[in-house]
C-alpha cells in the first residue's frame, strides 16, 4: 500500500476525533458540522471546469475526505476504525 494514503487515513482519523471533540464541547454544533462538510463537498464538485475533466471515480474521490467526515462524525456512532467508515462512503455514493 502507497505510505501516502497511510498518512491520509491518519490525518482523516485524527480530523474526525479533533471534530468529535469540539461538538462534545460545544464548541460546534452537530449541525455546523454537517453543514461545514456539506458545503466542502458542494464547493469540491462545483468547480465546474475542472470537475468535467474528472471521471466520476475522481469526482467521488475528491469529495472522499467530506462524505468520510460526514459519516465519521455522526453523533449516534463512535470512533471506528478507517475501513468500516470508508466501506460505508463506498456503499454510500
Not at 20 to 41: F, H, I, M, P, T
Not at 62 to 81: D, K, N, Q, V, Y
Request: aromatic letters at 4%.
Amino acid at each position: 500500500m502507497n505510505v501516502a494514503n497511510l498518512q491520509l487515513e491518519g490525518v482523516l482519523l485524527a480530523f474526525t476525533a479533533v471534530l468529535r471533540s469540539l461538538v462534545a464541547s460545544g464548541a460546534l454544533s452537530d449541525g455546523q458540522l454537517k453543514a461545514a462538510l456539506a458545503d466542502a463537498e458542494r464547493t469540491g464538485l462545483a468547480d465546474r471546469q475542472r470537475c468535467d475533466q474528472l471521471s466520476p471515480s475522481q469526482r467521488d474521490s475528491l469529495a472522499f475526505a467530506a462524505r468520510f467526515l460526514s459519516i465519521a462524525t455522526r453523533p449516534e456512532s463512535g470512533m471506528r476504525p478507517f475501513s468500516d467508515v470508508a466501506r460505508e462512503v463506498g456503499r454510500t455514493t
